[in-house]
């Protein structure tokens, strides 16, 4: 039987949102803001639900409306752009050394990190999606996503150096 | 170490997520919340104004409710769009009625009909844009922000100015918000960052450029950001404009130029619809429907306040939509609930006249949900869905109750 629209829709919602919403909730650092942005997201897709479902990709839409509008909220709160001070840090531990507490901190070294470049390590490193599909769903250049991913592991190196020198 | 890192980041995106769920029932409330979004303020300018608030008719089966139904109030279909088509906006000005259209299988598209006959006069499309916000002005202009999809998420790209019959236009630049207020036949009014910015266009089909100054004297009070900006509308002769605050999260209106005067702070957008020098709000859940004068205070009519559907008008949960719109002396309100039947489609939709202060609230027999309505002389337009998770497809027109004018 022939989905409709609607039952089309609902069956996209069911099977999505949680990867979604988690990769919203990895960028923005905050559930609330993250469901939010998906709901947003959600009803735009809502809204040319017709088209999109003709693609082959209606997620990757989603998620790019999403991932986008993620980065320009990050972009707009002050914690995101604030400038990296070690003293501050929360505690970024060795992550292979020190477990889950290892992985706690890595999180909060990650969330340091500018949205842009916060964005490009989920994409790749959660949703697992190519340099290709992580361009596709910035919006922006291979090359772009590139020097993102570049600077974005220089700088955890180099918050994961500072933390070892600490302790 | 970055092999290292990425294995780690991959465990621990895994893991630092795994708590989260999706609020329930998203998909009802996505279908809801877009109905809600659509509903968007414009002015007496334009005869019709839209908003957003939440009722529920669980409501109006608890209580008993005072509200006259109207007679013999005969419906009649005078547009219906091609098929696989949706209804996303309506409006009328002048001869016309107006109507943004959703893609079936090709772009947006804003159509003018005769509002007397129903017949199509011209239709624009625009293939690029991934949103429209088509707005009527004075002196049966037509405004449309053209929104792209980037980098940054949704953005305006251009404003269209058209001519009442769509078939002349001037195009102007991108501007700062997808919300302005058209002021006269070639100027609207933006809330940008900080106060309110005039946009002058060229008259549909003219050479000339598009220019844009600051309006003096329209200071908000503080620094706001761009984007988030909500609407702007005339209110008793002066501008009140939706401010977010603290980063967006909370909401209020103030009056351009008078930041002191404002009111509101709500969690979440809080939309209104102005008729004459009042503004009607929904004031946040589990509050009645208020009306605002132009300093901003309250002037809730007694009746509004007693009525037991209205007076819960902002009760329901998020699942329970419903619309108020006000043209310049009728506030109409919609009561929708996805979890009843609509057996009550009699309380589907109500109007009052804006000015009154004893009512009466009348009801309209209007079968299935009301999406938009836009008014114009005693005459209201309404596009409904047979169902809630419907889309409309058609334009019905009703004479205007008498009791509501």
């Known amino acids: ?167 | 170490m970055s092999s290292q890192i990425e294995d780690e980041l991959r465990v621990t995106f895994e893991a630092a997520s795994d708590f989260v769920q999706p609020r329930s029932a998203l998909a009802d409330r996505v279908r809801s919340a877009t109905r809600r979004r659509r509903r968007r303020l414009t002015t007496g300018f334009a005869a019709t104004a839209c908003v957003l608030v939440a009722a529920g008719s669980a409501y109006v089966a608890a209580h008993s409710h005072s509200s006259l139904p109207a007679a013999g109030q005969q419906g009649r279909v005078l547009v219906t769009v091609p098929r696989g088509d949706s209804l996303v906006w309506i409006g009328v000005s002048g001869r016309y009625l107006y109507a943004e259209m959703g893609p079936k299988n090709g772009p947006f598209s804003v159509a003018a009909y005769n509002r007397a006959s129903g017949r199509l006069v011209s239709r624009v499309v625009f293939p690029k844009a991934d949103e429209l916000e088509p707005y009527t002005g004075p002196g049966g202009s037509v405004w449309v922000v053209v929104g792209q999809l980037g980098y940054f998420g949704q953005r305006p790209v251009k404003t269209w100015l058209l001519s009442p019959d769509l078939r002349l236009r001037s195009i102007g630049p991108k501007v700062a918000s997808t919300f302005l207020e058209p002021v006269s036949r070639t100027t609207a009014l933006i809330p940008v960052e900080g106060g309110l910015l005039e946009l002058t266009m060229p008259p549909p089909g003219r050479p000339g450029h598009a220019t844009e100054q600051r309006e003096p004297g329209t200071g908000l009070g503080h620094a706001v950001m761009t984007t988030g900006l909500g609407w702007a509308t005339v209110l008793d002769g002066r501008v009140a404009v939706d401010l977010p605050d603290n980063d967006g999260y909370d909401y209020h209106v103030v009056i351009a130029g008078h930041p002191g005067v404002k009111y509101g702070n709500a969690n979440t957008p809080q939309p209104a619809a102005v008729a004459g020098d009042s503004l009607w709000f929904a004031n946040g859940l589990g509050r009645p429907l208020v009306r605002l004068n132009g300093q901003l205070k309250p002037t809730t009519p007694g009746f509004v306040a007693a009525d037991p559907v209205l007076k819960h008008v902002g009760a329901a949960d998020i699942l329970d939509g419903s619309g108020l719109w006000s043209a310049d002396a009728t506030i109409w309100v919609a009561s929708l609930d996805v979890r009843h039947s609509l057996a009550s489609a009699r309380h589907s939709l109500m109007c009052f006249p804006a000015q009154s202060q004893d009512g009466p609230v009348v009801t309209m027999p209007v079968h299935g949900y009301v999406w938009g309505l836009a008014e114009a002389g005693q005459t209201v337009y309404l596009t409904t869905s047979r169902s809630l998770n419907g889309t409309p497809t058609s334009v019905t027109s009703y004479p205007v109750p008498a009791a509501c004018r």
Request: aromatic letters at 6%; charged letters at 30%; glycine letters at 4%.
């Open chain 1, 1 to 167: 039987m022939r989905l409709t629209d609607d039952e089309d829709f609902s069956a996209f919602v069911d099977a999505s949102s949680r990867r979604l919403l988690r990769s919203a909730y990895l960028i923005t650092g905050d559930v609330a803001e993250a469901e939010d942005l998906l709901q947003t997201a959600l009803e735009k897709a809502y809204r040319r639900w017709r088209s999109i479902r003709r693609t082959d990709m209606p997620e990757a839409y989603v998620r790019r409306m999403l991932v986008t509008t993620a980065i320009d909220v990050g972009r707009r709160r002050r914690f995101a752009s604030s400038p990296l001070d070690a003293e501050s840090l929360p505690g970024c531990l060795d992550p292979a050394i020190e477990g889950v507490a290892g992985r706690s901190a890595l999180l909060a070294c990650v969330r340091e990190l500018p949205p842009s470049q916060r964005a490009v390590l989920v994409l790749r490193y959660f949703d697992d999606l190519t340099e290709a599909e992580t361009a596709r769903a910035l919006g922006c250049t291979v090359g772009t996503v590139k020097s993102q991913h570049s600077r974005a592991m220089a700088r955890l190196r180099e918050l994961v150096e500072n933390d070892r020198t600490m302790a």
